[in-house]
């Protein structure tokens, strides 16, 4: 009889959380990240040789910086849809002759819609560091667990929305 009560009152809770979850549906995501034909990237580990628990663990923690450093940026109602098409992590499992730097590198495109689904900004970027940049990963924030994977790639993806996703908040 008690296994009989606890079982409908377990149904009823669940009943009326799908109800509010029919009532309350999650918005659509305001940042889309993609990863195209990440077999043919540089980086060798994300390309077709590392675990899968490896290349999760890069893809989530790009995605979720992604998000991190252009939610702020982006106004009310705008959506931004990234793609990336090679990423490379630097020397560390590149399959190409690494450059003299080691530096991460990004080629992506992008589109920022405005409300009604226009697009007010897009682009194609070829993101590279070609210089050290050793004193600015230190003013960089790095305390986010989540992302700490890809704390040496951290500043290019931050400089590249403090520039690009700055001007929107202004129109």
């Known amino acids: 009889m ?7 009152i377990a149904l009823g809770m669940a009943a009326a959380c799908a109800l509010h979850a029919a009532d309350n549906p999650k918005p659509a995501p305001r940042i889309d990240v993609i990863f195209d034909k990440p077999e043919n990237y540089t980086d060798w580990k994300l390309s077709w040789e590392g675990p899968d628990w490896y290349i999760d663990e890069i893809f989530s923690a790009v995605r ?14 705008y959506r931004l849809k990234i793609t990336f098409t090679d990423i490379d992590l630097g020397n560390r499992s590149s399959r190409h002759v690494p450059s003299d730097s080691g ?22 970027e070829d993101l590279r560091f070609y210089w050290d940049t050793a004193n600015e990963r230190f003013t960089t924030d790095t305390t986010d667990l989540t992302t700490e994977v890809i704390q040496h790639e951290k500043p290019l993806l931050k400089n590249w929305a403090d520039t690009r996703l700055a001007d929107l908040k202004k129109s």
């Open 64 to 77: 979720s910086y992604i998000v991190k450093v252009a939610d702020p940026r982006l106004p009310d109602g």
């Open 2 to 8: 008690r296994t009989s009560r606890l079982f409908s």
């Open 103 to 124: 530096a991460p590198a990004f080629d992506f495109t992008y589109s920022v819609t405005d409300p009604s689904g226009a697009v007010v900004k897009k682009g194609t």
